[in-house]
């Protein structure tokens, strides 16, 4: 005769009552196939049972009853069944400890699994907003070399043309150093001296005692810094403005047949830069005249000295404006600066979308940890309670489903606690372009 059938739950069922064999005339089980083996001669001792009320063992104090009406039930079963099904009391006995596993799952989602999902949408709300003003950055105007308005994809253009031109002559857009940019042109203080030396003899300005001549030193120190400021000032100008003619080299282009207007500005550049050491060359001769001859002589060296230091401190002055780059260098710092902000904030957002990612998934990997965590005390809950132990107590006296049998693994309701998780894993970022955030990183 074949094994009792089971229930659709997966529970044993005492419908089909104990069968102890095949009847007359019914053909016998071929070999090989599982035979019921009778299983009636077991019960529970009575020492166990007056143990197990006092609490001392081996059967839990409150399943006593339990283990005693498994036992019966067994008994009406009288066949050996598989360790693998639940019979209809094993089902009934561990029913309240699934029921309070399932309960914990209810409560440890709604107090753990949940607040993780609230954080990821905030966290993925954050990240969309980022992005979409990533998106909008580069549609800003920017400024161009003129003040003109112009878009970020036309800067970059006229960056990328401008850098390849400057490219083709390094020689003619060459530049220099921040040093020499800031420090060269303090040189035109220099100038100082020369022109109040100068300009003293001019006002009759008595420097050995200038409350004297207050008002004679007054305009002496005035025009010596009116004139120091017009003549760095100038150099520097006309200096930046000859840069268009450089040659591809970057020297100084022939003056013939520039026109009457180049011709002047090259005039009035060697004035500026003469002019200094001019004036205080002729006040030391004027002053060194009625001296012997052995300190005319001197005050000859001086002046040439003087004078020489005085021309070169200018010459320099222009030519650092001169040589500094040129106007397609001036257009290109423009465009770079414009890039470089809009470049800049692209890299600050993309770097809070990393970060703001790296929380997502971290806040992830806990989510899944916490319900693998929630999973596994669930199903401790049922095989580690005592309506488990009472279980597998009764089932070592009854041996009815051998001598080492398992009880099945409980089946819980983890329908909150799988939604909660999709809902989870759903929450992810709107998707981005393939392409790089940044526009030009590559330039």
Known sequence: MAAPPTSLSGTYSLAAGPAAGP???????????????????FRVRKRA????????????????????????????????????????HEHVVREPAVRKANELIARRTEKVIKP????????????????GLGELVPKQPLVGPRGESIGFDRALAEHDRLADEIAKEPGRHQRLGARERKGIPWLSLLDVPALVYFLGRVFNANFNRPWGTPVAAGMTAAFTLACTVIIAVGLHFLGRRHRQHKKADG??????????????EVALVALLIAGPALLMTIRIFIDARGAPRTGSMVAVILAGVLGIVTLAANFLIYSVAYRDGSPETERLDVYAVGLHLVRTQLQETEAQINV???QLDQ????????AAQIRADAIRTVTGSVRDRAILYSRSVHQGCGPLAQLPPPVLDVELLERAMAQLRAQAPKPRPATSPIPGQGR
């Open 23 to 41: 009847a007359a005339g019914e053909p016998a089980q071929p070999d090989g196939a599982r035979r019921a083996r009778p299983v009636r001669n």
């Open 116 to 131: 993780h999902v609230q954080r990821a949408a905030t966290v993925v709300a954050n990240i969309n907003v980022l992005a």
């Open 363 to 370: 806040i992830r990997a806990t989510a899944e940890r916490d």
């Open 251 to 264: 020297h100084w282009p022939s003056v013939r047949g520039a026109g009457v207007h180049a011709a002047f």
């Open 49 to 88: 049972i007056a143990t197990s009320l006092l609490g001392l063992g081996p059967i839990p104090f409150t399943q006593t009853a339990n283990v005693l009406s498994l036992v019966d039930e067994q008994r009406q079963i009288g066949v050996e069944r598989p360790s693998n099904q639940l019979s209809s």
């Open 356 to 358: 703001l990612t790296e």
